[in-house]
Structure formats: C-alpha cells, structure tokens
C-alpha cells in the first residue's frame, strides 16, 4: 500500500457484507462517502464487493433485487474473514465498510488490527436499519471502528450514550441517514389503491402471529375488493436474509383456508420499485417503513400483536403511526407527528441531500491523515476474556486477532476442484435452512406437547 502522503489517481474501496440488506446498506454508503450520491462513482472511485461467507450470504437473485448500488453483480466475490483480511494486506484499500452483524464487525476489528499495516484503511461501520434489541450488545460490538455511522439524530444520541457510559471514546458515532432512502414522493393516482404489508423474516416470529397477520391482510383484500392488496416478501423459501424466516408466510399461504383473493397477491423485488405504486404501506415493524415515510406515503405500524420490544414497534412510540387492522379495515390512515419525523433521519423535509456531509467530510479528514492511529476496540482478551475469544474464534482468528493454525483457505487448483467446494457449500447450506424451516419447528412443537 503506498504512503498516505502519496498521490493516488483512484479512491479504492471495499465493501464487506454478510447478507442481501447489508449489502445494499453497505454498497451504498460507500457510494454516498465518497461520490455523494448513490449513482454511478466518479473514475476516481473503485468499489470492490466481497461477502462474507456464512449462513445468510446472498443468492444471485437476492443481490439482483437489492437494485442498482452501482457494483456490477459479477465483480461481487464471496470470501472467508481470513481470506477477507488477506484481501486487505494486498490490495491497499483508502477506505473499508464493513457491512456485518456485530460479532463479525469486532473479529474483523481485531483482525484488521493484527495486520499491523503501515497504512491502514479508514474502517466505517454501522446498522442497516432501526435499532430496536441488542443496542449496547450491537454497538460495543462495532466499537473500534473509525466512523460508526447513526441513521438519525434519535440514534446518535444513543449511541453516544452507550459509549460513554462504559468509559468507552465515543467520537466515532457519526450522525447521517438510511442510505437507501429515495425516489418520487408520494403521488395518488386515480384509479390506484393499493395497500402493501412489508413482512419480516423473523418479526413476529410464532405460527400463530404470523398465520393472523396473513389471515387480516387477506381479510382486508376481501372487504375492499377494489384494492390492491400486495404480501411484499424478503425472500423465497429456502434463501436466508439478515435475519433466519423459519416460517416463510408463502408456505402459510399455502395452507389459509378459502384461498386468497384475487385482488391479493405475493410480490417481490426492489422496495423502492413496490414503493412507486405503494399508496399505504403497513408494517410491524420493517425498516421499509422509514423508506416510505422518507416519500411521504401513507404508514402504518401494527398494534394488533401489541407494542413489544420483541416485535421492534416499541420504536414508534410517538410517532403516530401505531393502529391496528381493524383501525385500517375502516379507512383510516395515521398522520406521522412531525417532530419524531425530524429525529428519526428520514429527512421528509427535504434535507436528504446533505445528510452525509458530515460524514463524508469525516472520511476525508481520516483519509488525509499521513498515519492513522491503531484501531482500538473496547473489547479486549484483557476487558472481555470469557467473550472476546469466542467471537473471534467463529471467524478462525486467535485471540490476538491472527489467523488460527489451518484457518487460511488453500488456493483453488482448477476448476473442478472450486466445482466440487462450491457443490458441498451449496448442500451444506441447504441442509442448515432445511434444518431451520422444517425440522427446528417440528422439534419445538413436540417440546410443547
């Protein structure tokens, strides 16, 4: 890697992500810190895709539907968390975004940190979306990290927070907004009704919630006929997301009894494409709710399963979107509350275009430093020795943040050898999902009995 007082013609970045959301979060947040909008980069920008090997690594087809980033799908690799730091030892990247859950975010930390490099690339981190469990969990986790970027004023002040009260240095947490955030505002159409329930592949999680929000989606169709009534769905049975979906609301649909309606249908695709003929979008508690309130169409977040942490609703308290089904089968739509809307980095008001300034301005001072300091997580073998070493050993880093003895994976010798490596990953996948989606359900059914 060359000097940072060295001039450089190209801007080279690398995004690691671990699945099809964070992918999109992370692609496009690179895009925003260093070009300032998510279109095409300028020549001096590179942006390298690598996700991180794992139970969620995205199909082709989910990396097709996250829409246009900017990255070419087949200039996107799938890598281990050594081979991802090799990665970084030998391509000299300026800036790295690591697009992970949290754990994975602290192994790379540490790793990162043990490749000792005369000029290390600047690190951003954040969350793809609400931050609604886990937060000190979550954040501690992505300490470290040179910028850890907040969606909104609400979360930095939390995130701060955290940091401070357990002594940990909080300047990294730096305010900003969802980088998928876009499109038309919303504009009625005569002749257009259409209602949308952005599913979640975990929330809520029970049969039994599930199969009743399936149950009043469909019996809203029924009662308004002249709607359109859209099921947007994250994924197919058997691909995984962020979260693991053990109950895919396609399989219930399956088997609701009179069958659905034919003004009812299951979508999938980019949100924001399902977002341009979206008149009200109704959710529990999906991170397409900000998207949509960004465009100012018509949102609602579910009261019917009540107001839970475990459902992530909790989170629109006061924002005067909470109403049940039976609130929506009569016609009325909430009206956001216009101060939450401001804390909360969906930028309605029309200042989504300057909310990464401060960001990017903070990368390009990090970035123009001749030697940065030495990346310093909270967690340490010394601070956290019954936990550190956990996490870092998923990812086949020793508690010094090298690789463990055999971790490296050899070079692929021909073709037929990656063949047969890609076959057996292929089947071990999908042995764990069938284990999730079939055999896990069966398993704590008989437990209940």
Not at 365 to 388: F, H, N, S
Request: aromatic share 6%.
């Amino acid at each position: 890697m060359p000097p940072r007082t060295e001039k450089t013609t190209t801007l080279r970045v690398a995004v690691l992500a671990d699945s099809d959301t964070r992918w999109k979060w992370g692609a496009l947040t690179a895009r925003r810190l260093t070009t300032g909008d998510a279109g095409a980069s300028t020549p001096r920008t590179e942006i390298s895709g690598l996700l991180l090997r794992g139970r969620a690594t995205p199909t082709p087809r989910q990396l097709a539907e996250v829409g246009d980033v900017g990255i070419d799908t087949d200039r996107v690799r799938e890598v281990t968390a050594v081979e991802f730091l090799h990665t970084v030892r030998d391509e000299g990247y300026d800036l790295v975004v690591l697009a992970l859950v949290g754990g994975a975010v602290q192994a790379m930390l540490h790793g990162l940190a043990a490749l000792r490099l005369p000029a290390r690339p600047v690190v951003v981190t954040g969350y793809v979306g609400v931050v609604y469990e886990k937060l000190a969990d979550g954040l501690l986790l992505r300490h470290g990290a040179d910028v850890v970027l907040a969606n909104s004023r609400h979360d930095a002040g939390r995130f701060r927070g955290v940091y401070e009260g357990v002594g940990a240095d909080a300047s990294a947490v730096t305010e900003a907004a969802l980088p998928f955030l876009g499109g038309a505002p919303h504009a009625p159409e005569q002749g257009r009704d259409t209602v949308v329930f952005a599913a979640q592949p975990s929330v809520p999680a029970s049969r039994a919630d599930r199969t009743y929000l399936l149950r009043r989606l469909v019996e809203h169709a029924r009662l308004h006929p002249e709607r359109e009534v859209l099921l947007k769905l994250r994924s197919k049975p058997g691909e995984h997301t962020t979260h693991i979906e053990e109950l895919p609301y396609q399989r219930l649909a399956e088997k609701l009894p009179g069958g659905l309606p034919p003004n009812f249908r299951l979508v999938y695709g980019h949100m924001g494409e399902v977002l341009d003929r979206t008149d009200l979008l109704v959710t529990v508690s999906s991170t397409a709710a900000l998207e949509s309130l960004h465009r100012r169409i018509p949102t609602a977040v579910l009261t019917d399963l009540g107001v839970r942490e475990t459902l992530g609703n909790h989170h629109f308290i006061g924002s005067g979107l909470l109403t049940s089904w039976d609130h929506l089968d009569g016609g009325a739509h909430p009206v956001p509350d216009a101060e939450w809307l401001a804390g909360q980095g969906v930028a309605a008001d029309g200042t989504y275009a300057t909310a990464y300034d401060t960001a990017r301005a903070r990368v390009a001072a990090l970035m123009a430093q001749d030697r940065l300091p030495d990346l310093a997580p909270y967690y340490t073998p010394a601070t956290a020795p019954g936990y550190l070493p956990g996490i870092l050993a998923r990812h086949h880093l020793a508690s010094d943040g090298h690789p463990l003895p055999g971790a490296a994976a050899p070079k692929e010798t021909g073709r037929v050898r990656g063949a047969v490596r890609e076959a057996v990953r292929d089947a071990a996948r999908g042995a764990y999902r069938h284990g999730v989606q079939r055999v896990a359900p069966v398993i704590r059914r008989m437990g209940e009995l």
